[in-house]
C-alpha cells in the first residue's frame, strides 16, 4: 500500500520525474532497504552515489552495481557527521556534475527496556543517526536542489514514526522527529514556492539483517531474547511481547517490494509513503484518540494564529 491523500497526495506542475540521467544520493546504501532503492533507481536509468559506513559492503555493492553496468559512485559516509555529509555532498556535484535526489535511508536501531532506564548514551547514538543524519542530509544537498530549481528529497523513517512501541522509546522518538521534519520541510518548500519534493517512507518490518536476526531470537526456545525487557515483566507479558514481535516479522516484507512502493510514491509526488497494510489500525487508532480529545475538550473558544490565518 501506497497511501497518502490531501497534504500527502499533491503534485507539483514541475514535480521531478525519476528519469534517465539524473543522479541520486542514497545513504545506508550497502545492503537491506537502502541498496534496494539504489537498485530501483538504478533500473530506471539514475547514476546514484552510495553512502555507508560500512566500508568492505560498500565496495561489493557498487561492484555488482557496475557489473551490472550502472554508474554508481561510492562515499564511505557517517552521517551523524555533518561535515562529512557536506563531503558526500560536494563529491557528489564534483562526480556527476549534479544532483536530482537524495535519500536519506541510513538508519539504526535502539531502545530496550523502559523509558526511565534507558541509556543517555543510547540516545545520542540513534538520535545522531537516525534523526541528525537526516537533517544532515537536509542541510547538505537541498541548497543543491534549490539552486537548480527542482528535485526530491526522501526521507526513510518507520512505521513507528506513526504508532510507537513500548521499550523502544530513541527509536520511536527518532522516527516520529523524521516525519515530523519531513512534513515541515514539505511545507517551508511550498511557501517559498520552490518545485522540491519531499516523501517520507513509513515501512514496517523489511527484510534485513537485524529483522532476521529478531526473528531467530523470537523463534528461539530459550529466553535471550528477554534482555532488554524490564525484569519486572511477567511470564504472561513477556509472552505477550513475544507474540506481539512474532505477529510484526510474520508480516516482513522483501526489501525490493518495499523500495519499488516507495519510489512509486515520489514518483506521485506524495508527501506519505506507507508500504505495509498491517499496521493500519494501529495508526487508526492513535489518529482517532488525538480527534476524540480535539472533539471532547470544549475549546470552541480557544484560538492560536497560524500562519494559515495570515
Known amino acids: 500500500m501506497v497511501s497518502g491523500k490531501d497534504e500527502g497526495q499533491r503534485g507539483r506542475e514541475n514535480s521531478v520525474i525519476i528519469e534517465v540521467g539524473q543522479v541520486a544520493v542514497v545513504t545506508g546504501a550497502a545492503q537491506g532497504l537502502g541498496r534496494a532503492l539504489a537498485a530501483g533507481l538504478i533500473d530506471r536509468g539514475v547514476s546514484v552515489v552510495l553512502a555507508d559506513i560500512a566500508t568492505e559492503r560498500l565496495q561489493t555493492t557498487a561492484e555488482a552495481f557496475t557489473a551490472r553496468g550502472a554508474r554508481v559512485l561510492p562515499v564511505i559516509t557517517d552521517v551523524s557527521d555533518a561535515a562529512a555529509v557536506n563531503t558526500l555532498a ?68 518507520s512505521i513507528a514514526g506513526l504508532a510507537v512501541m513500548p521499550f523502544g522509546s530513541s527509536y520511536c522518538a527518532s522516527k516520529h522527529a523524521v516525519v515530523a521534519i519531513s512534513e515541515t520541510l514539505r511545507r517551508e518548500l511550498e511557501m517559498l514556492e520552490l518545485p522540491i519534493g519531499v516523501t517520507v517512507a513509513c515501512p514496517g518490518y523489511v527484510r534485513t539483517p537485524l529483522v532476521e536476526g529478531l526473528a531467530t531470537l523470537v523463534e528461539a526456545d530459550d529466553d535471550a531474547w528477554t534482555e532488554h525487557l524490564p525484569a519486572e515483566l511477567s511470564k504472561e507479558q513477556r509472552e505477550q511481547v513475544r507474540a506481539t514481535l512474532k505477529r510484526g516479522i510474520a508480516t516482513v516484507m522483501e526489501p525490493e517490494v518495499a523500495a519499488e512502493r516507495i519510489l512509486a510514491a515520489v514518483e ?29 475538550q470544549g475549546r470552541s473558544g480557544d484560538h492560536v494564529e497560524t500562519t494559515d490565518d495570515k
Do not use: C, K
Open 268 to 296: 506521485a509526488d506524495q508527501l506519505y509513503a506507507l508500504t505495509h497494510g498491517d499496521f493500519d489500525d494501529r495508526i487508526r487508532h492513535r489518529a482517532e484518540g488525538i480527534l476524540a480529545a480535539l472533539d471532547g
Open 90 to 157: 560536494s563529491r557528489t556535484v564534483e562526480y556527476f556534475g549534479r544532483v536530482d535526489m537524495v535519500v536519506n535511508n541510513a538508519g539504526i536501531g535502539g531502545g530496550g527496556g523502559p523509558l526511565w532506564q534507558s541509556d543517555p548514551q543510547d540516545w545520542q547514538r540513534v538520535l545522531g543517526v537516525n534523526l541528525l543524519g537526516v537533517v544532515h542530509g537536509i542541510q547538505a544537498f537541498v541548497p543543491h536542489l534549490v539552486r537548480t530549481g527542482a528535485g526530491h528529497v526522501v526521507n526513510i523513517a
